[in-house]
Nanobody, 116 residues
Framework: QVQLVESGGGLVQPGGSLRLSCAAS????????MAWYRQAPGKERELVAA???????TYTDSVKGRFTISRDNAKSTVYLQMNSLKPEDTAVYYC??????????WGQGTQVTVSS
């Protein structure tokens, strides 16, 4: 079964940038969608960005124009470029793979903290 490992999180100042990576390994097939979610303390997990296998990306309104999801199939890696970071972006970010039959695979999460 496929495994996902996130990296690239850390502490950044407001207005700064981070690039998260999600490396996939194992049996990779039947991918319907790759996505990034995040969960802040006391809040529900929310979809941040999604990249369907078919093409068009989608973003939650709060990050639109600042975040970009992309994929490098040769490296089996999905990225989340985060620019103009705000304190409210602070959360644990999770990589997500959704299979064609509707099941989800999750990474372990990587902490992003935006603070002065």
């Amino acid at each position: 079964q496929v495994q996902l490992v996130e990296s690239g999180g850390g502490l950044v100042q407001p207005g700064g940038s981070l690039r998260l990576s999600c490396a996939a390994s194992g049996s990779i097939f039947g991918i319907n969608r790759m996505a990034w979610y995040r969960q802040a303390p006391g809040k529900e997990r929310e979809l941040v960005a999604a990249l369907p296998s078919g093409g068009a990306t989608t973003y939650t309104d709060s990050v639109k124009g600042r975040f970009t999801i992309s994929r490098d199939n040769a490296k089996s890696t999905v990225y989340l470029q985060m620019n103009s970071l705000k304190p409210e972006d602070t959360a644990v970010y999770y990589c997500n793979l959704r299979t064609l039959f509707g099941s989800d695979v999750w990474g372990q999460g990587t902490q992003v903290t935006v603070s002065s």
